[in-house]
Antibody, heavy 121, light 108 residues
């Protein structure tokens, strides 16, 4: 059974870069069958799709974050990562990594447990 | 961007009763719609995909219907474990993939 686990700093200073990694177990990120995604949830709010990466490094970004966002993949470690630059308090959220069901059916399962990132000085 | 609107924001239901949740898309999403359940402190889990297909392991009391711009999630007889927040998500036209704002199902 595939599992995903987010990791990274829980506190980031304003104007700095938020960096998170998702480690995939129970399956290979290089299988080619899936997109790998990041989703965030502001405290007490709804869900926001951040972007997708494919094992080849191809990416799809939410236009609202595109100018600050970089997704990358490390197939040797079975990990994919998120970097969000120039963060503000508005980027405080729980960040989830997830896998989409198939590349042609873009709903999400499974999800990581999520990690809270707070932007504060 | 396709905007997803869920109603009501909060639904108060007694255990054993039926709950009907709505999701409306700002333009047609065909049947490319999923429903998720989220409990406090947990990640969302998928209940329904392709508007009406139940995900693996999801009880039969959960059902989805609709196509185009109007969708419904029905919980036929609410159990204690069903009190949670429910989100719809479209995957017809992206980027971006978009979610509704959620419906909280609470105990009446």
């Amino acid at each position: 059974q595939m599992q995903l686990q987010e990791s990274g700093p829980g506190l980031v200073k304003p104007s700095q870069t938020l960096s998170l990694t998702c480690t995939v177990s129970g399956g290979s990120i290089s299988s080619g069958d899936y997109y790998w995604t990041w989703i965030r949830q502001h405290p007490g709010k709804g869900l926001e799709w951040i972007g997708y990466i494919y094992y080849t490094g191809s990416t799809y970004y939410n236009p609202s974050l595109k100018s600050r966002l970089t997704l990358s993949v490390d197939t040797s470690k079975n990990q994919f990562s998120l970097r969000l630059s120039s963060v503000t308090a508005a980027d405080t959220a729980v960040y989830y990594c997830a896998r989409d069901a198939t590349r042609s059916s873009n709903w999400f399962d499974p999800w990581g447990q999520g990690t809270l990132v707070t932007v504060s000085s | 961007e396709i905007v997803m609107t869920q109603s009501p924001v909060t639904l108060s239901v007694s255990p054993g009763e039926r709950a009907t949740l709505s999701c409306r898309a700002s333009q047609s999403v065909s049947n490319n719609l999923a429903w998720y359940q989220q409990k406090p402190g947990q990640a969302p889990r998928v209940l329904i995909y392709d508007a009406s297909a139940r995900a693996t392991g999801i009880p039969a009391r959960f059902s989805g219907s609709g196509s185009g711009t109007q969708f419904t999630l029905t919980i036929s007889s609410l159990q204690s474990e069903d009190f949670a927040v429910y989100y719809c998500q479209q995957y017809y036209n992206w980027p971006p993939l978009t979610f509704g704002g959620g419906t909280k199902v609470e105990i009446k």
